[in-house]
């Protein structure tokens, strides 16, 4: 299994960039995909997820409003457009999958109930 996040760089506050999730080695139709982020010297955090199966999507309080999430099933690919951006949104951007076996309405957001991890994207933010 191989999820292989891109799209990462510098920009400006009030810009915006598309990160992607390249899935591969499974069928994930029945995961949970999600993005997590880590700031230096900062815990990894929870973004945002989206139910691969029904689209359902779930966002963290600070991005929402400006973050969407979504997929193409074609493509085996989930995206993060991240919109009106802020210094303090810069970080390395993580995607990540849960097994169905391990949703429930609170898992969405615990970083230890992901199973597969990607290597991550940098993304900073100027002021």
């Known amino acids: 299994v191989q999820l292989q996040a891109s799209g990462g760089g510098l920009v400006q506050a009030g810009g915006s960039l598309r990160l992607s999730c390249a899935a591969s080695?499974?069928?994930?139709?029945?995961?949970?995909m999600g993005w997590f982020r880590q700031a230096p010297g900062k815990e990894r955090e929870f973004v945002a997820a989206?139910?691969?199966?029904?689209?359902?999507?779930w966002y963290t309080d600070s991005v929402m409003g400006r973050f969407t999430v979504s997929r193409d099933n074609a493509e085996n690919t989930m995206y993060l457009q991240m919109t009106s951006l802020k210094p303090e949104d810069t970080a390395v951007y993580y995607c990540?999958?849960?097994?169905?076996?391990?949703?429930?309405?609170?898992?969405?957001?615990?970083?230890?109930?992901?199973?597969?991890w990607g290597q991550g994207t940098k993304v900073t933010v100027s002021s």
């Open positions: 989206l139910r691969w199966s029904d689209v359902s999507t």
């Open positions: 990540a999958a849960q097994a169905p076996s391990r949703y429930y309405s609170g898992s969405i957001s615990r970083r230890d109930l992901y199973d597969y």
């Open positions: 080695g499974r069928t994930f139709s029945r995961y949970v």
